[in-house]
């Protein structure tokens, strides 16, 4: 799905009034009605409990004005509005829907524009946070981040109208906003939302559409996207009913060292639960055992050396290498690495691990990346690599350079992990849960993504779809046995229920 950016938004509303020949007033209804629609079936409204609604004066706020409208025709709990006299100039659509407002509400609304006129929140209120939307840019103002403070800290729960309050829809923010609890957003998330700096403010995430024009979407590109379920079934490749092992590549991992071995079971044993045909582990003389009882499926190859990689294996007959889990930075394994980068550059390749490490020590080398490359980097590998950023727009902004630069996929792994590409686009992934930060869910990820690329995904679709099978694996195995018990091993064995659901979904759309 496309992320479109503010201006985009903006065009994308005029084009809808345009051809559907409405007016922005009723654009307003419309937002209003989806959030209130979203908010009844899924707010649990204890008794006695109140609704206080912010709103500003601007077009955001006129959705809140509509939402207290909506909730109080319902009878939908006792509806207070706080009208925050910003921006200084009010909208038409404000004024419009304050007009509309039924008595009481107008009689019981108070203009909140000193901490002194904040009303006492009790336990189990509820917050509407309209007073600042997408169009916010200038910096907070007066009381107002004092006020934000004030609602953060109250025992209200915290919803908000498109965006919380204070955000940048576009990029990061550092300073105050609003930290909601959850945020019902319009037809599309915003860019910001998928910014380390701002996810935390984001709460629970619903999407609703508001019926702007679909053609509109269709035709205008974006460089921004994020993974859906739909995404990624779109991207599967069925399996052939006159197949052999052989139309589904040869993968080759290059993993493992003396006491991290484990890293070379867990990458070759998710990719072969990722679909390769054959998968060979090339690791150090002393994984020879481990390897073939952990994973008999998979062929191995051993090093001379008894403790790390040391040289490259014949690669005539591999379709995909993946190389860097847990095989230290040695001088021995910086040639191996050397050597796959300089030798085999029509070969598919995904550097994780230590390899981006050694990679980080000789960066020449990137300049002559095959073009057929994925690195896998958390930000302290990403940063090692290109440089240290001072927020995660800035490292997004690099992300795409370096990935423009060099002509390869950049995975940028974290809670909303990035997948740049070689034209610029960005897709990010948002599955997966904190379950999954423990060691070795990052050679899972690797094994999957060699063995995608083994059968022949471009480096574009393995990205994408295997963080998404990744993520959806891990999610399945939190559901089953809590974040904190998650490890590595339970997202492979989990990766069969993860592709299962994608071809189940085609039943359940």
């Not at 037809?187 to 996810?199: A, I, Q, T």
């Not at 079934?233 to 052999?244: C, E, N």
Request: glycine content about 10%; charged content about 20%; some cysteine.
């Amino acid at each position: 799905m496309k992320i479109f950016s503010v201006d985009q938004i903006r065009r994308w509303e005029c084009s809808t009034l345009e051809k559907q020949g409405v007016n922005s007033f009723e654009l307003m209804e419309r937002a209003g009605s989806a959030f209130v629609n979203n908010f009844v079936l899924r707010s649990a409204l204890k008794e006695n409990a109140s609704i206080f609604v912010f709103c500003g004066r601007g077009n955001n706020g006129g959705d809140g004005l509509v939402i207290a409208r909506l909730l109080h025709e319902l009878s939908f709990g006792e509806i207070f509005v706080c009208i925050v006299p910003l921006p200084m100039n009010t909208t038409s659509g404000f004024n419009q829907n304050f007009a509309r407002l039924p008595h009481i509400l107008k009689r019981t609304s108070v203009i909140v524009d000193n901490l002194e006129m904040i009303p006492d929140f009790a336990s189990g209120d509820i917050i509407i946070d309209a007073i600042f939307g997408t169009g916010f840019r200038a910096g907070l103002e007066g009381f107002i981040p004092e006020l934000f403070i004030k609602l953060n800290e109250s025992e209200a729960t915290i919803w908000s109208v498109d965006i919380p309050s204070g955000l940048d829809a576009d990029k990061s923010t550092n300073g105050r906003s609003i930290v909601a609890d959850n945020t019902i957003t319009f037809e599309l998330p915003k860019l910001s939302f998928f910014l380390n700096e701002n996810s935390a403010r984001i709460g629970n995430l619903e999407i609703v559409s508001i019926g702007l024009c679909k053609a509109f979407y269709a035709e205008t590109s974006s460089d921004f996207h994020f993974t859906t379920q739909v995404d990624a079934k779109h991207l599967l490749k069925r399996r052939l009913a006159d197949s052999s092992k052989s139309t589904y590549g040869h993968a080759l991992i290059i993993a493992g060292a003396y006491g991290k071995v484990g890293a070379a079971v867990l990458s070759t044993r998710s990719s072969l639960r990722a679909g390769a045909g054959l998968v060979t582990a090339f690791v150090p003389s002393c994984a020879y055992e481990i390897m073939q009882i952990s994973a008999p499926e998979a062929m191995v190859i051993t090093d001379e050396n008894s403790r790390t990689i040391t040289r490259l294996p014949s690669m005539e007959k591999f379709s995909a290498v993946g190389m860097g889990p847990g095989i230290g930075t040695s001088v021995e394994t910086h040639e191996v690495l050397k050597a796959i980068i300089m030798e085999n550059g029509n070969l598919p390749v995904v550097i994780d691990a230590d390899a981006l490490n050694l990679l980080s020590q000789d960066k020449g080398l990137l300049g002559k990346l095959p073009a057929k490359t994925i690195l896998t980097p958390h930000v302290g590998e990403f940063e090692r690599l290109f440089g240290k950023c001072n927020d995660s727009f800035e490292r997004l902004t690099l992300q795409r350079k370096k990935s423009i630069e060099h002509q390869i996929v950049i995975v940028l792994k974290g809670s909303n992990t990035s997948i740049s590409t070689s034209d610029g686009s960005v897709y990010f992934n948002v599955n997966g849960n904190p379950g999954m930060a423990t060691g070795g869910s990052g050679d899972v990820l690797t094994g999957i993504l060699t063995a995608l690329l083994a059968q022949q995904y471009s480096t574009t679709e393995a990205a994408i779809l295997g963080t998404y099978l990744h993520g959806h694996s891990g999610d399945i195995c939190s559901r089953k046995t809590g974040e904190e018990a998650l490890i590595a091993g339970d997202i492979i064995k989990n990766l069969g229920k993860a592709f299962q659901s994608l071809y189940d979904s085609e039943y359940n759309a």
